[in-house]
């Protein structure tokens, strides 16, 4: 259908630190999208609804560009 631009939310996400272990997560492909490999399961939970919530952002901002240029 269309093509997210990851790069934003890996940049956002990999610049989180944990609070409790002081390291930073990683962003690694799969064929889905992506994955989020953290120190601990809280704070990759924590990561994975933060990019859940970036990702529906960028959809609704392309699919309302798309909306745009058909009308």
Known sequence: MFDL???PIKK???????K?????????????????KACCEPFRKELVEKSGNMIEEQTKKILNETLKDLL
Do not use: A, K
């Open 5 to 7: 631009n990851y790069d």
């Open 12 to 18: 956002e996400i990999e610049s989180e630190v944990c």
């Open 20 to 36: 409790e272990h002081g390291l930073h997560p990683e962003l690694v492909p799969t064929e889905e999208g992506f994955g989020i």
